[in-house]
């Protein structure tokens, strides 16, 4: 089985692009396809967004700002996956796509139009949004990517479950800046896993690493 980790900001505009080109990649795979949306947080993720976007790194009201905003649509992406992960991701991509992100403010008002969108059962979602559990989950979200060695966003780890740990089993691709390239990377896997994850495919450049 394939697993597949898109690790994103999530008021990361190319994540979003990355985000939806994976998912609509996923039904054309004829092995069992296991995907995994990780949200990612920290000063480094924030400062690389800002100079992105040609904000003021050194402007710690707006980072802030952003961090707050971040925050708050990763909890609410993790509480939504209480009720199913495609509801989840649905929201999560509603979210990116439409909500007042482009000042960078949360607006929960707007969140709950969403959940009707998405038809989620808002009254089960805000007593998720307060478990416990759903800030453990952000947390462990977080040390997955510390461990699988994830510096910038959005990146994807793809790992062959059916291959040996010390055999080339797992790939990185760090920052897919170009959201392009998910079709090309999933169509080396579908027809050459093998080659995938044993050697470096053509164009993929220094980002690209075996593990």
């Known amino acids: 089985m394939i697993e597949i980790f898109l690790f994103f900001n999530p008021i ?23 995907v995994h949306f ?18 003021s790194v050194g402007n710690l009201a707006k980072r802030n700002q952003l961090l707050r905003a971040a925050y708050n649509l990763a909890l ?4 939504a996956q209480y009720q199913g992960n495609k509801k989840a991701r649905m929201l999560l991509l509603r979210l990116q796509q439409h909500a007042p992100l482009v000042q960078y403010q949360y607006d929960a008002a707007f969140v709950a139009k969403m959940l009707d969108k998405c038809k989620l059962d ?11 559990e759903v800030k453990m989950g952000f947390d462990s979200d ?9 510096t910038q966003t959005p990146s994807l780890v793809i790992v062959d479950t059916d291959r040996k740990v010390d055999d080339g089993h797992a790939v990185l691709i760090e920052q897919i800046g170009d959201p392009a390239l998910i079709p ?8 050459d896993p093998a080659g995938f994850f044993t050697e470096r495919p053509e164009n993929m450049g220094s980002n690209f690493r075996i593990f």
């Open 12 to 34: 990361g505009s190319v994540c979003l692009g990355t985000e939806q080109k994976l998912l609509r990649q996923l039904d054309k795979f004829q092995q069992e396809v296991r």
């Open 184 to 191: 090309h990377l999933c169509d080396l896997i579908r027809t």
């Open 76 to 79: 609410d992406y993790k509480a």
């Open 142 to 150: 977080q040390r997955t990517a510390n461990q699988m060695g994830i």
């Open 122 to 132: 808002q009254e089960m979602f805000y007593e998720d949004r307060q478990r416990s």
């Open 38 to 55: 990780v949200p990612v947080l920290n000063l480094d993720i924030m400062e690389q967004f800002m100079k992105r976007e040609q904000l």
